[in-house]
């Protein structure tokens, strides 16, 4: 397999025999492995094909799956392609309404909405409901559009731990004693981003009950990906169709871009529909592939897909772990490796130097003092992809940690 370039010879621009290390001809004539391999390390397109891509966000490995692409080609076929966001919301297509139903049945939930991108979901639904005055406790993991679309909306925004239901709890408790003129809401990741810390969002449900607030739930890693029907931490916690606002991305698990909202009150939707912010709606062309994707999702062979997923993700969890590497959060489709702050960059240089590709996370998107990478899996890598990177991985971790020799001090 791959190994590493040393650290030594990565943060030099040459080698003592004059190989140039900084464009990719360089680095490749350091990279052993064969040929095939080392041509994957300098095409990026090649990588998916030899397990190396380890930065792909399609959790089940449906963008490529034959029913998803016929479904898109069929729709090409009938409908013009528009760029994204741009589809006029006069004159839905059959199959956008098809969907929509599709993914409220999905959820148990009586009405749902869809968008262009999980994004533009989140952010036209939050600016549709909320209202000055609103208190909305967001957990501190959700995605950058809920923090934004609160302040936007003018309504008082209350940081809370990201996981912590106890957190959550506090701040209700406080809300409840204050006069207050707006209305209550819980907003969390199901699944989050950074952090992969999962929601007891079956508490939270019982908290916004007691405490007659709004519980909106981001399903964006979750949905399709977990939970022996593809439910998600809904499913897997037992408490689908006890969310109030269900919301999120599509395009991880559901082979295209697309986002969505669904509704415990079915009047939120004639709502959404008449805001002055809902103003696109979603390909129908994109809509044919993850109706397919959808379909697929439901099958034995869904099923199949996400046991993959993930043992994949329990495999490398308990490699890494046995080697002493901080792993973050529970089980998801990716797994978060915390990294030294002054080593985060040279170790990321110096695993891609062997071939996988991997995502580091930074500051702004995660706090300076705590990047770390983001290994994102699909159920198309095999147990052997998983081994091979957790090696390279322990073969990082070594190279870094080794401790330096001592000199020796003269008698």
């Known amino acids: 397999m791959l190994r ?15 190989i140039n290390l900084t464009g ?20 990026p397109e090649l990588r998916p094909r030899l397990g190396l891509n380890f930065a792909l966000q399609d959790y089940l490995g449906l963008a490529l799956h034959p029913a998803v692409r016929s479904a898109a080609l069929g729709a090409l076929g009938q409908h013009r392609l528009v760029a994204p966001g741009t589809a006029p919301r006069q004159g839905l297509t059959e199959s956008v309404h098809v969907l929509e139903d599709n993914i409220a049945a999905f959820l148990r939930l009586p009405a749902a909405v869809t968008f262009p991108s999980g994004d533009q979901a989140i952010r036209l639904t939050l600016c549709a409901l909320l209202r000055a005055g609103d208190d909305v406790i967001v957990d501190s993991g959700a995605h950058p559009a809920m923090f934004e679309t609160v ?40 699944i989050s981003a950074h952090g992969s810390k999962m ?36 499913e897997i916690q037992a408490c689908l169709s006890r969310v109030d606002i269900v919301l999120g991305s599509l395009a991880k698990t559901f082979g295209a871009s697309g986002g969505f909202a669904a509704f415990r009150d079915p009047a939120l939707k004639a709502v959404l529909h008449q805001s002055q912010w809902r103003t696109t709606a979603l390909s129908p062309v994109n809509a044919a592939a993850i109706l397919a994707a959808l379909e697929v999702i439901s099958t034995a062979e869904g099923r199949r897909r996400r046991r993959n997923l993930h043992g994949l993700s329990l495999r490398l969890r308990n490699h890494l772990m046995a080697d002493g590497v901080k792993v973050m959060g529970q089980a998801s489709p990716f797994v978060p490796i915390l990294l030294p702050t002054l080593s985060a960059l040279p170790r ?9 590709l991997v995502t580091l996370l930074q500051a702004p998107s995660v706090p300076a003092h705590t990047p770390r990478w983001r290994i994102q899996l699909t159920a198309d890598h095999s147990p052997a992809d998983i081994d091979d990177l957790a090696e390279l991985i322990r073969d990082v971790s070594r190279a870094f940690d080794r401790a330096p020799a001592r000199q020796r001090v003269p008698a």
């Open 151 to 190: 302040s936007l909306a003018q309504a008082h925004l209350h940081r809370s731990p990201s996981g912590s239901v106890d957190g959550v709890e506090r701040r209700l408790s406080r809300l409840s004693r204050q006069p207050r003129k707006g209305r209550l809401f819980i907003a969390v990741p199901a």
């Open 348 to 356: 990321t240089a110096l695993l891609e130097s062997a071939g996988p």
């Open 24 to 43: 990719p001809e360089g680095l490749l004539r350091l990279v052993p492995g064969t040929q095939a391999q080392r041509k994957a390390h300098a095409d």
């Open 4 to 18: 590493p370039v040393s650290p030594g010879l990565a943060s030099t621009s040459a080698t003592p025999d004059g």
């Open 199 to 234: 929601a007891d969002l079956a508490e939270l449900s019982a908290l916004a009950r007691q405490h007659k607030a709004t519980l909106v739930a981001d399903v964006t890693h979750d949905l399709g990906a977990m939970g022996p029907s593809g439910g998600g931490v809904m």
